[in-house]
């Protein structure tokens, strides 16, 4: 095998299974199997993301209507590391106990799941800043959560729109107080931008785990 073709073995997913969903943390068995959650505002486009990364356009589901994920879904991939989508935050269309429910388990998820190796935080790139992303950012800083940034759905905007938004949600990051930015990717479920960044990304860490 050449350099050539093993590069892009690496940046494939040749297997990905739903296993279940989670009510609450506490339903998830323990493990030692790296975990890649991926998590953004209500409607950011993550199942089509995930649908995307994976070659399988039903194996998350997809929907117009803000809030559709309401639990934590497991799956396994490539029979390496697990994927984890987890609820949509903000604007969700659902009874607000309920929508409380969803911020616990997301909080509760991100800081007690032990095999975490990081979340992408997903974030709509046609979008200036959003406050209630640049909130989660910050929390995930102040709580020590590993994440990186996925700019989404960018076959929806120009090119110079798209780098403004992304400079001033950095800039933005940068008054947070963040020294140093996490991994920024920019994706679109439509024509496959980003897909071998993200993919080979993860590959590397979880290659890493086991040195």
């Known amino acids: 095998m050449n350099k050539l073709s093993l590069q892009i073995s690496v940046m494939t997913i040749k297997s990905a299974k739903f296993i279940t969903s989670y009510p609450t943390i506490s339903k998830m068995a323990e ?72 911020s616990a388990m997301i909080l509760e998820y991100l800081e007690q799941r032990k095999n975490l190796f990081t979340a992408f935080v997903l974030v709509d790139s046609r979008l200036t800043p959003q406050r209630i992303d640049l909130e989660f950012v910050e929390w995930c800083g102040i709580k020590q959560i590993p994440f990186q940034l996925i700019f989404t759905k960018s076959d929806k905007i120009k090119k110079t729109a798209l780098a403004e938004n992304i400079g001033l949600f950095e800039a933005a990051m940068y008054q ?36």
Do not use: C
């Open 31 to 102: 493990s030692e199997t790296p975990e890649f959650a991926f998590i953004g505002r209500s409607n950011v486009g993550k199942s089509s993301l995930i649908n995307m990364l994976t070659n399988n356009k039903n194996l998350a589901k997809t929907s117009s209507k803000p809030g559709k994920t309401q639990l934590i879904n497991h799956f396994e991939v490539d029979n390496v590391w697990n994927l984890i989508d987890l609820p949509g935050y903000g604007f969700a269309k659902v009874h607000a106990r309920k929508k409380s429910n969803f």
């Open 176 to 211: 947070q107080g963040w020294e140093e930015l996490p991994h920024r990717f920019v994706s679109s479920s439509k024509d496959g931008k980003g897909k071998d960044e993200i993919i080979e990304f993860i590959n590397e860490l979880v290659k890493s785990s086991k040195k």
